[in-house]
């Protein structure tokens, strides 16, 4: 299985980067290719609205040259796209915000009114720290992230959220063995 892990902390060695490296050495010790993406190695501007790139039935298509078309492909080419981040104001981060919002480029209108999505059938995973509780803090992102999973016709292969992230070297004690058991999880087809 080809696995696309989009790193979306602007801080690399921190939390997420370092919970999420460990899902990746599982996920390549089971035999599956994976590529590591910090999308704050990338330009990738705001959505403009638009629809410039429904006019392209196969390919993004979107009018705004810079990085954000690359990474797209890499999600149309894999099999799983793993999305990464630390839990910013009960949300994503600033930069894995705006590739989400450019994947509205992946969606295309057909003939009879329907909408068809160029990785429709593929799977997502999302990966969450925090140095708060789930409860009341974290699990907010769990309703847009199923809502971007039904709207980009995908299936939601897994969530790992770790709470009580202070520092990668302090990091929750059972942080590895429930990174080890979401990666198991997510590359069950």
Known sequence: MKVLCVMGSPRKGGNTDSVLRW???DLTAAGHEVDHVDVIDYEIGGCTGCNTCKLEPDKPGC??????DGLLHQMIEADLTLMATPLYCWGMTSQLKALVD???????????GTHVSLIAGKRIALLVTCAG?????AEVLSTPFDRIAWWSQTEVAGTLFITGCTSPDALPEDA??????????????
Do not use: C, H, T
């Open 23 to 25: 899902v990746e050495q």
């Open 102 to 112: 450019r994947s509205y480029s992946l969606k295309k209108p057909l003939p009879d």
């Open 133 to 137: 509780p789930y409860e009341g803090n």
């Open 176 to 189: 590895r063995d429930r990174a080890a058991r979401f990666a198991a999880e997510i590359a069950a087809q």
């Open 63 to 68: 009018i705004i040259e810079d990085d954000a």
